[in-house]
C-alpha cells in the first residue's frame, strides 16, 4: 500500500516536471521551429479605410509593434516642428523625406533609445502643441513622422519597408520605403 502510494506521488510529480521543463522550452521550441506563420508576420496588410484621420491603428509586423498613422494633408504646414535634423535614419535622410506624399504610413512602434513603447498625442500636450508621439520612459519626442524633437532618442523611429496597393497599406514590402530597418 505504502510502496504504490510512493509510486502514485513519484509519477505525479515526474508528470509535474515534465509539464514545467514543456512550459519552458515550448517557446524556445517555437522560436526555432520553422514556421509558415513567420513568413505571414512579415507581411502585414492594413485596410487604409479603418485608420481615421488623424488616427493611429495598432497591430505587429515581425514581432515589433506597429503604428499605422492618418494624418491630415495640411499637418506639416499647420504645426512647425523642431526636428534634430542631425539624427537621420538609415538613408541618411529624415523620416519626414520619406514619408511626406502619404497620408497614411506605418513606422516600428519601438523607441530608439532604451525600446519603450511611445504614445500617439494626437491633440498635443502643454509642452508640444501639435499632435507627436511621446515615449514615457525618458521624454523621447517624435514627430507623427517618428523623427525626433527632444529628449534622448539617438535617431528617428525605425520605417518598414511598405507599399501601397488599391486601398491596403502593405508592411514587409518594398515600394515608397525600401528598408529602414
Ligand atoms: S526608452 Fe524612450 S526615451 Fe528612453
Known sequence: MEASRRDFLSISLG??????????????LKTLAPSSAS???ARVEIDISKVPELGIRVTSWKGKPLFVLNLPKDLEEKYKYDVKKDSTNKTGKLNYDLLKEHRVFALIGVCTHLGCIPLWKPEGSESVKAPYLHCPC???????????IGGPPPRPLFVPPQKVDGGKLIVGEAGFVEDTV
Do not use: M, R
Open 15 to 28: 508528470g509535474l516536471g515534465a509539464l514545467g521543463a514543456l512550459g519552458v522550452l515550448y517557446p524556445v
Open 138 to 148: 525618458h521624454g523621447g519626442l517624435y514627430t507623427p513622422w517618428g523623427d525626433n
Open 39 to 41: 513568413s505571414t508576420e
